[in-house]
T-cell receptor, first 114, second 111 residues
Framework: AQSVTQPDIHITVSEGASLELRCNYS??????LFWYVQSPGQGLQLLLK??????LVQGIKGFEAEFKRSQSSFNLRKPSVHWSDAAEYFC????????????FGPGTSLSVIP | DAGVTQSPTHLIKTRGQQVTLRCSPI?????VSWYQQVLGQGPQFIFQ???????GRGNFPDRFSARQFPNYSSELNVNALLLGDSALYLC??????????FGQGTRLTVV
């Protein structure tokens, strides 16, 4: 069965510092991977996705993620965090190139210190 | 352009009651998916409908049901509500081949 773990429940970083949010997945075949962000009172917004090809994917808002099959990981990174990045971040895995049926991780809450 | 709209935004129900949540997809989108997000957890997949047919079902009891109408809007029904059904219910729509867009959800509280 597919599953996603996000080892860090909560992370606090200073504005301008770099960020890495960890994600590990369990899936037998080729995974299709996503990162979503959820701000308070907002719906989920797609940051980026990996279906195939280049293992380093670029997303919106300056985020990127790297797929490492050997480590079953898909970590999200940003070189310089802005205060507006404070939100809940979810990693997700799908079984096909579909955005419609995905398994979400438990989320990592990001706080940003001004 | 209107995004995915869900109604109502909030509601309170009593244990044992039944509830219907509604979702209107983005114009042109034929796929609707439903997710349950319990406080402090990630969303859990409940159903996907495409062209009015069920395409997928998550690990939820039969108390949960859904349907999709000819205009592609969708309803999620939950019978015999339990306290544990209290959650944010999210709807997402897509063309079936592209990116899914999420609504802002319906906050259900069961007392």
């Amino acid at each position: 069965a597919q599953s996603v773990t996000q080892p860090d429940i909560h992370i606090t970083v200073s504005e301008g510092a770099s960020l890495e949010l960890r994600c590990n997945y369990s899936y037998g075949a080729t995974p299709y991977l996503f990162w979503y962000v959820q701000s308070p009172g907002q719906g989920l917004q797609l940051l980026l996705k990996y279906f195939s090809g280049d293992t380093l994917v670029q997303g919106i808002k300056g985020f990127e993620a790297e797929f490492k099959r050997s480590q079953s990981s898909f970590n999200l990174r940003k070189p310089s965090v802005h205060w507006s990045d404070a939100a809940e971040y979810f990693c997700a895995v799908g079984e096909e190139t579909s955005y419609d049926k995905v398994i979400f991780g438990p989320g990592t809450s990001l706080s940003v210190i001004p | 352009d209107a995004g995915v709209t869900q109604s109502p935004t909030h509601l309170i129900k009593t244990r044992g009651q039944q509830v219907t949540l509604r979702c209107s997809p983005i114009s042109g989108h034929k796929s609707v998916s439903w997710y349950q997000q319990v406080l402090g957890q990630g969303p859990q997949f409940i159903f996907q409908y495409y062209e009015k047919e069920e395409r997928g079902r998550g690990n939820f009891p039969d108390r949960f049901s859904a349907r999709q109408f000819p205009n592609y809007s969708s309803e999620l029904n939950v019978n015999a509500l339990l306290l544990g059904d209290s959650a944010l219910y999210l709807c997402a729509s897509s063309t079936g081949q592209g990116r899914a867009f999420f609504g802002q959800g319906t906050r259900l509280t069961v007392v």
